[in-house]
């Protein structure tokens, strides 16, 4: 069970449903309505409606989506169905009146799928047993196809009377020993994918795949075993097993790319602490498991400690850190009366806070659901493609079946190879590699230069970006405060004054006094009698240079005893016991080459756009600092995202940068999206490019080779389209015999590979 599951208040009772077929082995628990929380939550306002999301196994193509969600939409209760094909998820809306999570598998399982909570697909173990699956499929179809090549190249080489029957029988038994292997084990997936299909009545790209390779094996098998009879004594082993080769290379890629973000959420819930210090009847406070607290309970939040339930503050102050929820760049003082969140760190002094929401009804909850409901979401071009997908496999098979039936009256054996011929040279291999080479070669570059790929398809989606728009904190900005203005009293040096309040700050662990103490010219000088008021200041007596031996406070104006000067920034102020000495304001350190950065962009003709969580001044200061001329503050996690839909309601195609857990939504809905390399697990994993070296340049460098890549991809594509277009006709008239259709569709993708490799120069 996911950490998510044990924070989760728990369920109403569910009404009792109707008998149906028994719930498959390990399911018959999630009727229970505790464990729903576990991966789905209820739909806020709409009593008895839930959205779960479920991890689906088995899909390998487009045409899988579709067979998804009409399985699940035929199940009771289920309302609607979202499968994101590349994700392999599904998220599903359903009545808990009428409904029940165990008959969704049993449905899938029908159709000849599998699926997991997706609290459970966090669970490394299925994922990892999957791939090392595929990989053992990929090296025994690579040797196996080794091995037949160099049984099948004497014959191919020798001249007639050359080599005698006996031998090239010894040869060719030799091949089909090397093919059962790849037929029994490595090609699993593609019968298994292409039973599935038949057996609903639909065509996916497993049917002409597993026809091409079973007429293949079957027709070479009876010319060996009979090489008299009827089917001939042509063989076509080295053609299957290179074909299989090939096909595995790209489900093995596919695979991997898949399970990069696999454990992100898992990751991100560990943010939450596990216990936590609650307030028992007698008024003392003991250590108790996060999962136990319930509404209304009071909880202390020690120095250090994350908060695990949004409520208010009863008693103490605190600086609160919620940059990761709100994209605030400075603590904020908290007091009694004021609203906590989830998820955010306790800086500095002991509160007491009364919980008001849980799990998934938290500030912190909410963000990843929204992040969650936008991966899901089906792109149109996606939509599309489900659509054309069985057309065009029908169309390859009818071209198959129609030149088997011209040549019949030639011999079934010259039939049948003319058959395999089409098969294999329609396969789309060239065309499926033409993106992808590019892709693995243009993210080699990038990964290079300190950029790392996550999602190759958004290498075409970054070609066509006319939009970008930056988050503040932590993505056009340093992490830390740099010290700004410096006012002084007449006749205190502004070294003196920042000499001294460096050396009361290097008691404090506040943002603003780690500025002071990095700001100061030399290493701070010795302070006694410090003491930290949370969320007000320092007082402490100075012990060396032109203010020794004085008691200074540093800290807000209030803490210090004056009138809030006017500021833009976040500042702090020096007093002693005659008043006012000095004033410090702090800025949010712009990256070094955030300006360069933001002008190339312009120059290229894109659109520039800054949107943060912080105040209206530090945004429109920082705005203007980056050449920015379109900014917006005080934005929620669903005011960001509410502008990037709006953005995209307009036909623009948005590059969203971002930082935070608070970017989470808008880095999934985005159409290209990349996060600094520092960004939490969050962002990332819903980012399609993470910039490890931090630079701002090596955004307007991503978008750059972006575009070569498209050309390159472009180039590629024309050449498959007419490889395909020149050798099907040949294959048709006969002219071209399967080995001869092998071996041109290995050298159209090591063409296009080749092409694809240029990018790798960067």
């Not at 054996?413 to 060239?430: D, G, M």
Request: glycine fraction near 10%.
């Amino acid at each position: 069970m996911s950490s998510s599951a044990l924070l989760a208040p728990a369920a109403p009772l569910a009404p009792p449903v109707p008998q149906a077929e028994a719930a498959p082995r390990g399911w018959a628990a999630l009727d229970d309505p505790s464990e729903w929380p576990s991966f789905g939550r209820p739909l806020p306002g709409q009593d008895g409606r839930w959205e779960s999301y479920l991890a689906i196994e088995g899909m390998h193509c487009a045409a899988c989506t579709l067979l998804v969600e009409e399985a699940l939409l035929a199940v009771p209760g289920v309302e609607s169905v979202a499968v994101n094909s590349a994700a392999q998820t599904a998220r599903i809306v359903w009545s808990a009146e009428r409904g029940r999570p165990s008959r969704w598998l049993a449905a899938l399982r029908r159709v000849g799928y599998g699926a997991t909570p997706a609290g459970d697909l966090l669970e490394a173990a299925p994922r990892l047993k999957a791939q090392r699956l595929m990989l053992w499929r990929w090296l025994v179809a690579g040797f196996c196809m080794m091995q037949a090549m160099m049984y099948a190249v004497p014959i191919y080489v020798a001249a007639p009377g050359e080599i005698t029957p006996d031998i090239e029988a010894l040869l060719r038994w030799g091949a089909w020993m090397m093919t059962v292997p790849v037929i029994l084990f490595s090609c699993q997936p593609f019968f298994a994918g292409a039973l599935r299909d038949l057996r609903h009545r639909r065509v996916g790209m497993d049917v002409p795949v597993a026809l091409g390779i079973l007429i293949a094996f079957l027709a070479s098998t009876a010319a060996t075993f009979d090489p008299a009879g009827p089917w001939g004594r042509e063989v076509w082993y080295d053609s299957v097993t290179m074909f299989v080769f090939f096909l595995l290379s790209g489900r093995l890629l596919e695979q991997r790319l898949r399970g990069r973000t696999a454990g992100a959420l898992n990751a991100l819930m560990r943010q939450l602490p596990a216990t936590i210090e609650r307030e028992g009847a007698d008024g003392g406070f003991e250590r108790v498991p996060v999962r136990s607290l319930r509404v209304g309970d009071r909880i202390r939040i020690l120095p250090g400690e994350r908060i695990p339930a949004d409520g208010r503050i009863e008693a103490g102050e605190g600086r609160i850190d919620e940059a990761l929820l709100t994209g605030e760049a400075e603590p904020l003082a908290r007091r009694v009366g004021d609203a906590v969140v989830a998820g955010s760190h306790n800086l500095a002094g002991l509160v007491t806070v009364r919980v008001e929401r849980l799990g998934r009804d938290t500030r912190f909850a909410a963000i990843v659901s929204l992040m969650e409901r936008a991966s899901v979401d089906k792109p149109r071009l996606a939509r599309l493609a489900d659509r054309i997908a069985a057309p065009f496999l029908l169309a390859v098979l009818a071209a198959a079946v129609a030149a088997a039936a011209w040549w019949w009256d030639a011999g079934p054996a010259h039939a049948l190879s003319i058959a395999v011929a089409v098969l294999i040279v329609t396969c789309p291999c060239a065309l499926s590699l033409a993106t992808p080479a590019a892709s693995l070669a243009a993210a080699g570059a990038l990964a290079r230069r300190g950029v790392l790929v996550r999602e190759l398809g958004a290498l075409d989606a970054a070609a066509g970006v006319d939009t970008v728009v930056f988050d503040k904190t932590g993505t056009l900005t340093e992490s830390t405060l740099t010290l700004g203005a410096v006012r002084t009293r007449d006749g205190l040096d502004a070294e003196a004054a920042v000499a001294a309040a460096a050396a009361l700050a290097q008691a404090s662990l506040h943002p603003l006094s780690r500025a002071l103490v990095a700001a100061a010219p030399e290493a701070p000088g010795a302070v006694a009698d410090v003491q930290e008021r949370a969320g007000a200041g320092l007082q402490g007596r100075v012990l060396e240079g032109p203010l020794a031996g004085r008691t200074l406070k540093l800290g807000s104006a209030g803490f210090c005893d004056l009138l809030q000067p006017p500021a833009e920034g976040p500042q702090v102020h020096l007093a002693d016991e005659q008043g006012w000495l000095a004033s410090f304001e702090f800025d949010e350190a712009l990256r070094r080459d955030a300006v360069e950065a933001v002008a190339e962009l312009r120059r290229r003709g894109l659109d520039v756009q800054l949107l943060s969580g912080d105040r209206i001044p530090a945004v429109r200061r920082l705005a203007a600092r980056a050449g920015i001329a379109h900014w917006h503050a005080g934005c929620t996690p669903e005011d960001k995202l509410a502008h990037l839909q709006a953005l995209q309601r307009r036909g623009r195609r948005v590059f969203m940068v971002g930082d935070g857990l608070n970017d989470g939504p808008v880095l999934a809905r985005a159409d290209v999206s990349a996060a600094m390399g520092q960004g939490v697990p969050l962002a990332q994993s819903n980012s399609d490019f993470i910039v490890q070296s931090g630079r701002m340049a090596d955004v307007g460098g991503l978008l750059a080779l972006a575009r070569r890549s498209r050309r390159i991809v472009r180039q590629n594509l024309l050449w498959a389209a007419a490889y395909n277009a020149a050798c099907v006709p040949l294959a048709i008239a006969g002219f071209m015999p399967p080995w001869l259709a092998g071996l041109g569709m290995a050298a159209s993708s090591l063409l296009v590979v080749g092409n694809a490799a240029r990018l790798s120069r960067g």
